[in-house]
């Protein structure tokens, strides 16, 4: 019993390391996106999504390392999900949040075309190497576009944080990375400790879905609320769009392709569908005016509820 203790206070340490190293993490990539003048939508899809889905990626790395792929897996779903549901009914509920239509029909299109790519690869029951590289390449592809599209509108740097100078970048870019590393190793070996010693058959794959996914997305969340709170709600949306589309494509895809294939357990077979589901139902909340009110927010929030009855009930 003191061993179960000893690890969740283990886990919960990691969930703080995470979230104070991501912090520094994204500092330093603003530093860098300043120096070497990354125009503003790159800027955003490396700082927004790869910094904030930096303990994902920490998480889904070390879980194939530890040969429990399992646990990415399900972090990476069950973060998705979060995201687009709980995490922008948040950010809504506290101000009402508008959403621009090149933020829903570039960025979020794309999320529904790596959605799908996800699920039609996941539908025999397995990931193989060839798929996991597949995601790769389309992410490539995707940055590859919108440094065309910068070019295109002349796009210059601008960031939504406070930039250090390039030596102290340096600094938060190398120490954040390395405490993200070592707060992943320690998160997945103390989930793997923990659910071997609850003994319950798939608890892995729910204890992944539900804690982990919210544990690792608590940073996102707390940069949602702070965005909505200066009357920025658009940014948390775009923000979940963006971090989804690299949680699907490279930290699934990287990871996994260093394994010849990868199973789907029942309960990440099940959110499948659910990953879907909830994004088409965000994508009509906001089609109907362009914005999301209390009112959707509601709506929101009901449809990630039921996603956790339903997996912790089936």
Partial sequence: MYTLY???????ISFIMLNYS???????????CKRFKIPGSIAGASIAAMGSSAPEFGT????????HPTIGLGTIIGSAIFNITLLVAISAWIRKCSVSRDVLYRDGLFYLLAVLITIISMSDGKISRYEAVSWTCVYVVYLAWLIWDAKRKKEEFKADIDIPSNKKGVVYLVGGLLFIILAAALLVRSTITITELMGIPDFESIFSLVLIAIGTSISDLF??????????????????????????????GIPLSF????????????????????FLIFLLLVRIGWQLNKKD???????????????LLL
């Fill in 6 to 12: 000893i690890n969740i206070g283990f886990l919960v």
């Fill in 22 to 32: 991501t912090d520094y993490f994204v500092r330093g990539l603003g530093a860098f």
């Fill in 60 to 67: 889904s790395v070390f879980s194939v390392v530890e040969a």
């Fill in 223 to 252: 940069v949602s609320i702070h965005a909505a709170r200066n009357g920025m709600g658009s940014l948390a949306v775009s923000n979940a769009i963006g971090s989804n589309t690299f949680d699907l494509l490279a930290c699934l």
């Fill in 259 to 278: 394994l010849a294939e990868t199973p789907v357990v029942e309960n990440i077979g099940i959110s499948m569908p659910y990953l879907l589901g909830s």
């Fill in 297 to 311: 927010a509601g709506i929101l929030f009901a449809v990630y509820v039921l996603y956790i009855a339903i997996i």
